[in-house]
Each structure stands twice: as structure tokens, then as C-alpha cells.
């Protein structure tokens, strides 16, 4: 089992920047892809990040590429989304979420991740 707890969401304004967190536990981080997608109210969950564990590849979602970055340390068992140039429409639940051990597959589809975080709120208004 892997548990993923999220932190750092919060209320900003459209143009800031801010970094959320997700820290798993168990000892298999290492092999795990992990990625971030996000729901806003009355839409389906989107994927918006991801990083596999092999070479640290990175893939986005087109609204977000250029503005969001996601990062991992292994050692720390944690996943990052840096997100900047934040606007109204990135406003959504973001969930952590990651993949069974050594998985190669494709890294943008809810069904392909095995655990999943609680979500923290992010509010991007004036």
C-alpha cells in the first residue's frame, strides 16, 4: 500500500505562483511513476503532470506546459508541482497520484494509477 498526502494548495491571485507538495510513504517510491491531475466542480478529473521513474521523463497537459513544472526527490519520497503564471481556470482540486511498481505505460490517464491522494483545494481569483 502507498499513502499520498498533498499540501500547499491555498487561495492567490492570477499571476502568482505557488507549490504543492505530495508526500508518499513506503519504500518503493523510487519505482513508481507519479503524476497530478485536477478537478474543478461539474468536470471530469484531468490529468496535468506526470514524471516516470525511469530518467525522470516529464509530460503535460498542453494548458499547463511552459507554466508548470513537475519534480521529484526520491530520497524524500516526494513529488512537486511548481505552478506559475497561475490563472482563474487553473482553479480545481489537485490530486497526487501514482503508478504500480516499474510501470512503463502511458503516464495522462486516471486509470493508470493505482493511489491517489486526498486533494488539496487551489483558488485562483482576484
Known amino acids: 500500500q502507498v499513502q499520498l498526502v498533498e499540501s500547499g494548495g491555498g487561495l492567490v491571485q492570477p499571476g502568482d505562483s505557488l507549490r504543492l507538495s505530495c508526500a508518499a510513504s513506503?519504500?518503493?517510491?523510487?519505482?513508481?511513476?507519479m503524476a497530478w491531475f485536477r478537478q474543478s466542480p461539474g468536470k471530469e478529473r484531468e490529468f496535468v503532470a506526470a514524471?516516470?521513474?525511469?530518467?525522470?521523463?516529464?509530460v503535460y497537459a498542453d494548458s499547463v506546459k511552459g507554466r508548470f513544472t513537475i519534480s521529484r526527490d526520491n530520497a524524500k519520497n516526494t513529488v512537486w508541482l511548481q505552478m506559475n503564471r497561475l490563472k482563474p481556470e487553473d482553479t480545481a482540486v489537485y490530486y497526487c497520484?501514482?503508478?504500480?511498481?516499474?510501470?512503463?505505460?502511458?503516464?495522462?490517464?486516471?486509470?493508470?494509477?493505482?493511489?491517489w491522494g486526498q486533494g488539496t483545494q487551489v483558488t485562483v481569483s482576484s
Open positions: 497520484a501514482a503508478t504500480g511498481t516499474f510501470y512503463t505505460g502511458s503516464l495522462n490517464k486516471t486509470e493508470r494509477y493505482d493511489y
Open positions: 513506503g519504500r518503493t517510491f523510487s519505482s513508481r511513476s
Open positions: 514524471i516516470s521513474w525511469i530518467l525522470g521523463n516529464t
